[in-house]
């Protein structure tokens, strides 16, 4: 299945990759086999990208071509701990996390969000 983007944890334990089948998966890399993955995070559209958060902590945020960004936490991918639209209408495109900062970048231009440290 094709992917749109990938990326690692900082501890370099975890790889997922944002898939055009709606999931972004996830893969162990502490694992010998990394053909199947260890879980999946389930979208309502393409995720399109993904950034780890480099705090040590296990959360990630994915952009999505509904124009939605979410904050996952890894420790449980049921579902999403939190979302927001970004644009109506229009696809986020990229997605980096650096300290407290996620910039999202897509269709409607560029937006700039603050995570709270203690989330």
């Known amino acids: ?3 749109l983007d990938l990326a ?4 370099g334990n975890i790889l997922l990759g944002a898939s055009t089948d709606r999931t972004v998966s996830i893969f162990d890399l502490r694992v010998s086999s990394l053909s199947s993955s ?3 995070m389930m979208h309502s559209a393409t995720p399109s990208c993904i ?3 480099e705090s040590g ?3 990630v945020v994915t952009g999505a071509y509904d124009g939605v960004a979410r ?3 890894l420790r449980s991918t049921k579902s999403a701990v939190t979302s927001f639209r970004v644009w109506d209408g229009m696809k986020v495109l990229a997605v980096d996390w650096v300290r407290d900062v996620v910039g999202i970048g897509g269709e409607g231009g560029m937006e ?3 995570i709270d440290g203690g989330s």
Not at 8 to 11: K, L, V, Y
């Open 112 to 114: 700039v969000w603050r």
């Open 51 to 53: 950034a780890t958060s």
């Open 1 to 3: 299945r094709p992917m």
């Open 57 to 59: 902590k296990q959360q």
């Open 8 to 11: 690692e944890t900082p501890d």
């Open 71 to 73: 904050l996952w936490d």
């Open 38 to 40: 260890t879980g999946i």
